[in-house]
């Protein structure tokens, strides 16, 4: 299956400060990328969708100024965390698609955000 | 909007035995796709299995299989000979322009 590449799949970082996560489609080229965040023993949780040039659309609730979120080529997706605060702690976690029949979400190794 | 409801948070089997995890959704849609996902320790997402709305066969990977049942929005996920491997989180989806989870089955197995 095709290969998508999340980096850092750890980070600590302090409050008020921002951090970036990479997803990369490494074999393919991703219409669309979604980024989730995953609370412990809890599901994915979508937070916006990224089609590459153009803006992301956000999911009620998720501040878009907190959250921001990048699509620069077809293959690099990133998010942003901005001022973080120890509330953003998660697991953050991107997936890759080609918008043609049959196709699954093809997934990041996800990224676990520690603020303190 | 969309919904995935998985109503059994935790589920045990014994090892070789079958086991079905239960998913319904609900949609307005008719053209969409549905999968179940694996969770390990790891937390990488697995794709287990995947089945078109418009496809009335039953998918099959293996040991896993599915029972759609298109008009009462019901996609279960049958596992037979569970293997010690097949612990997991178990996830449910629901596709249309954009994916939407269920809240998950924790699968124990039991040796």
């Known amino acids: 299956g095709a290969v998508v590449s999340q980096h850092p799949s750890r980070v600590i970082c302090k409050s008020g400060t921002s951090v970036k996560i990479e997803c990369r489609s490494l074999d393919f080229q991703a219409t669309t990328m979604f980024w989730y965040r995953q609370f412990p023993k809890k599901s994915l949780m979508l937070m916006a969708t990224s089609n590459e040039g153009s803006k992301a659309t956000y999911e009620q609730g998720v501040e878009k100024d907190k959250f921001l979120i990048n699509h620069a080529s077809l293959t690099l997706s990133t998010l942003t965390v901005t001022s973080a605060h120890p509330e953003d702690s998660s697991f953050y976690i991107c997936?890759?698609?080609?918008?043609?029949?049959?196709?699954?979400?093809?997934f990041g190794q996800g990224t676990r955000l520690t603020v303190v | 909007a969309q919904t995935v409801t998985q109503s059994q948070p935790e589920m045990s089997v014994q090892e070789a035995e079958t086991v079905t995890l239960s998913c319904t959704y609900d949609t307005s849609e008719s053209d969409y796709y549905l999968f179940w996902y694996k969770q390990p320790p790891s937390r990488q997402m697995i794709l287990v299995i995947r089945q078109e709305a418009y496809k009335q066969q039953n998918a099959t990977e293996n040991r896993f299989s599915v029972n759609f049942q298109k008009a009462a929005k019901s996609f279960s996920l049958k596992i037979s000979d569970s293997q010690l491997g097949d612990a997991a989180m178990y996830f449910c989806?629901?596709?249309?322009?954009?994916?939407?989870f269920g809240k998950g089955t924790r699968l124990h197995i039991l040796p």
């Open positions: 997936s890759a698609h080609i918008w043609t029949a049959n196709t699954e979400a093809f």
């Open positions: 989806a629901y596709k249309d322009d954009k994916i939407i």
